[in-house]
């Protein structure tokens, strides 16, 4: 597909085709692969991700300089933090990774605002990207402040295998612990319980949850 039938397959009946079709004319596409770096913390943000295909993690930086997972942002989803970031002309706060290989639509900041008056569809998208988002960092604070650090990592467990499509989950114990800030010996202390009580497996090489991702 070229970049005009990508970005309309990505967001009709999400959009009008007057919008699609600026979207199209206005956005940049970008590849990346597992691991890229795609918004840093402490740099300003020009352009708004519209996500076409793939997964990235968000993540906060702590004041240890180590890094929590926020969410996932997943096909035709945007990152509310860079709106708040785009519409503020301030620093990211945020740092956007891949999780796997997929392709991006970054779109010019003053086109934003622009489509913000002109397109009713445009208002709610936002809107709903704001309210999505903020669900999930109240997620985020509920999983620590009230859960237990095994029902934390089953939890990202089963959210890492929905954005990948797949019950395997490629990812060493390492990996994993950096993700939740916690420790490796902790982590694959709870994962060989996980094992022990039947949802999970553990292999040399990835991690196969019990069932289908949902």
Same mark, same amino acid.
């Given at each position: &597909?070229?970049? %005009?039938?990508?970005?309309?397959?990505?967001?009709?009946?999400?959009?009008?085709?007057?919008?699609? =079709? @600026?979207?199209?004319? $206005?956005?940049?596409?970008?590849?990346? /692969?597992?691991?890229?770096?795609?918004?840093?913390?402490?740099? !300003?943000? /020009?352009?708004?991700?519209?996500?076409?295909?793939?997964?990235?993690?968000?993540?906060?930086?702590?004041?240890? @300089?180590?890094?929590?997972?926020?969410?996932?942002? %997943?096909?035709?989803?945007?990152?509310? &933090?860079?709106?708040?970031?785009?519409?503020?002309? /301030?620093?990211?706060?945020?740092?956007? +990774? $891949?999780?796997? #290989?997929?392709?991006? $639509?970054?779109?010019?900041? =003053?086109?934003? %605002?622009?489509? &913000?008056?002109? !397109?009713?569809?445009?208002?709610?998208?936002?809107?709903?990207?704001? =309210?999505?988002?903020? =669900? %999930?960092?109240?997620?985020?604070?509920?999983?620590?402040?009230?859960?237990? &650090?095994?029902?934390?990592?089953?939890?990202?467990?089963?959210?890492?295998? /929905?954005?990948?499509?797949?019950?395997?989950?490629?990812?060493?114990?390492?990996?994993?612990? !950096?993700?939740?800030?916690? #420790?490796?010996?902790?982590?694959?202390?709870?994962?060989? $319980?996980? @094992?022990?009580?039947?949802?999970?497996?553990?292999?040399? #090489?990835? +991690?196969?949850?019990?069932?289908?991702?949902?």
């Amino acid at each position: &597909m070229n970049q %005009e039938e990508l970005i309309q397959d990505t967001f009709r009946g999400i959009f009008e085709a007057e919008l699609i =079709n @600026e979207i199209a004319a $206005a956005a940049r596409l970008v590849p990346f /692969k597992e691991g890229d770096v795609l918004i840093e913390i402490g740099r !300003y943000i /020009k352009t708004m991700p519209l996500l076409i295909t793939g997964a990235i993690k968000i993540m906060r930086e702590d004041f240890d @300089e180590g890094e929590l997972l926020l969410y996932f942002i %997943e096909k035709g989803d945007t990152c509310a &933090m860079t709106l708040a970031c785009c519409a503020g002309d /301030k620093k990211s706060e945020i740092r956007a +990774i $891949a999780e796997n #290989s997929g392709l991006v $639509a970054m779109v010019p900041v =003053n086109r934003m %605002e622009e489509w &913000m008056g002109k !397109y009713k569809s445009w208002r709610a998208f936002v809107f709903e990207s704001y =309210n999505n988002r903020f =669900n %999930e960092l109240l997620s985020a604070i509920d999983h620590l402040a009230f859960m237990h &650090m095994d029902q934390r990592l089953l939890n990202y467990l089963r959210e890492a295998a /929905k954005v990948n499509g797949t019950h395997v989950i490629n990812k060493t114990h390492q990996e994993i612990a !950096y993700e939740l800030n916690s #420790s490796r010996v902790v982590i694959s202390r709870l994962l060989k $319980a996980l @094992e022990n009580e039947g949802k999970i497996k553990l292999n040399r #090489s990835n +991690i196969e949850l019990s069932g289908s991702p949902t």
